[in-house]
């Protein structure tokens, strides 16, 4: 027979067992009598020089003994995790850590406040890529080849990267091109392509220019367009919209100025101003001593635009519109340095 004795070895076990205080403790006896060096696997890997007639019982004696260890193990793990609960049960009365939440961004705030005033007015909010084609981005905005803004120290251009579809239509190799977009106007020219007017469209989301950083410039910043398109739209109907846009962004009280200016997409255009928020328009170093702040350019949209879409000569007249909403945000809460937005400094975020 077998010089192993399992009853002696199930004694030594339980005795051992009932010694056990935590589940660290109990998997050490785990490991000494079920591990593969354990005393039961010993009797189990004996079992071939045993004769044919002791193979059968020691085997089964092993293994009704390795059961039964298995069986108190589990039950004695469901014991002390049990105690342990009872004893690290937490009072649900007792007051809660105070863990810090998130805000939102100034710029994003703002942008919503900026979308939500012309959604009000019957606006959609339009997005797109921030990778677009030279074609989109300059070609169907009437900016031509010879623009300083089509230049490599003006856009960020991407390298070894060509448009595929329509290829054979650009008329100059530079417009099989992707960049990153320079403004959000591409997204314009996107949706004029594939609708038809009336169009209603806001378009909110990131730019890019090498610009170099400064307290007034940044390589990546936001921008806000909008777009009106349908029959008989008049300069009217945009300074009324432009009217009411800075008086609910900027208050009852503000004035506003709509000075001539050039874009190539839009024809007539002009800068946007209004009464210095800070000084109401009685001069300050915020607004230069001018009394004036420039919050946008807008202009009708140029007949250019339309026939590259392929809308019919003067079927339809538009409006379009575009701001910085950094410079917003600066303009609104009186900053003075367009880097605090993205220094991810919370003395300066936790303050909106």
């Not at 002791?54 to 469901?78: D, M, Q, T």
């Not at 209603?200 to 730019?207: D, E, F, N, S, T």
Request: aromatic share 10%; hydrophobic share 40%.
């Amino acid at each position: 027979m077998s010089s192993f004795d399992f009853a002696d070895l199930q004694n030594s076990f339980e005795k051992e067992i009932a010694q056990v205080g935590d589940v660290f403790s109990l998997e050490e006896l785990r490991v000494k009598y079920l591990g593969k060096k354990s005393l039961v696997a010993l009797a189990l890997s004996s079992l071939k020089s045993l004769s044919d007639e002791e193979r059968p019982l020691v085997g089964k004696l092993a293994n009704e003994l390795k059961n039964k260890i298995s069986a108190l193990i589990e039950n004695k793990k469901s014991e002390l995790q049990d105690n342990a609960f009872e004893v690290c049960q937490l009072d649900i009365s007792l007051p809660s850590i105070k863990l810090p939440l998130g805000t939102e961004h100034p710029v994003t705030i703002v942008m919503k406040e900026i979308c939500g005033i012309f959604v009000k007015m019957g606006f959609t909010i339009m997005e797109g890529p921030e990778i677009e084609s030279e074609d989109n981005n300059f070609t169907g905005l009437n900016i031509p080849l010879d623009h300083p803004s089509r230049e490599a120290f003006d856009t960020f251009y991407l390298k070894g990267d060509e448009l595929e579809a329509g290829s054979s239509k650009l008329k100059d190799k530079k417009e099989k091109k992707r960049l990153l977009r320079s403004h959000t106007s591409p997204v314009q020219v996107r949706v004029m392509k594939e609708n038809r007017p009336p169009l209603a469209i806001v378009v909110p989301g990131k730019v890019y220019r090498p610009d170099a950083v400064d307290a007034s410039h940044l390589f990546m910043f936001n921008q806000v367009e909008g777009l009106l398109v349908d029959k008989n739209v008049k300069f009217s109907d945009l300074k009324g919209a432009l009217t009411h846009f800075a008086k609910e962004l900027f208050g009852s009280e503000i004035k506003m100025r709509f000075r001539p200016h050039f874009f190539p997409f839009t024809e007539p255009s002009v800068e946007v101003d209004v009464s210095c928020i800070i000084c109401k328009g009685k001069g300050c170093s915020v607004c230069g001593h001018k009394g004036w702040l420039e919050i946008l350019g807008a202009g009708l949209v140029h007949p250019a635009v339309f026939k590259y879409v392929g809308y019919k000569d003067k079927e339809f007249t538009g409006f379009a519109f575009g701001m910085g909403v950094e410079r917003i945000a600066i303009l609104k809460y009186g900053i003075n340095d367009i880097r605090l937005f993205f220094e991810n400094d919370l003395r300066f975020l936790k303050q909106f």
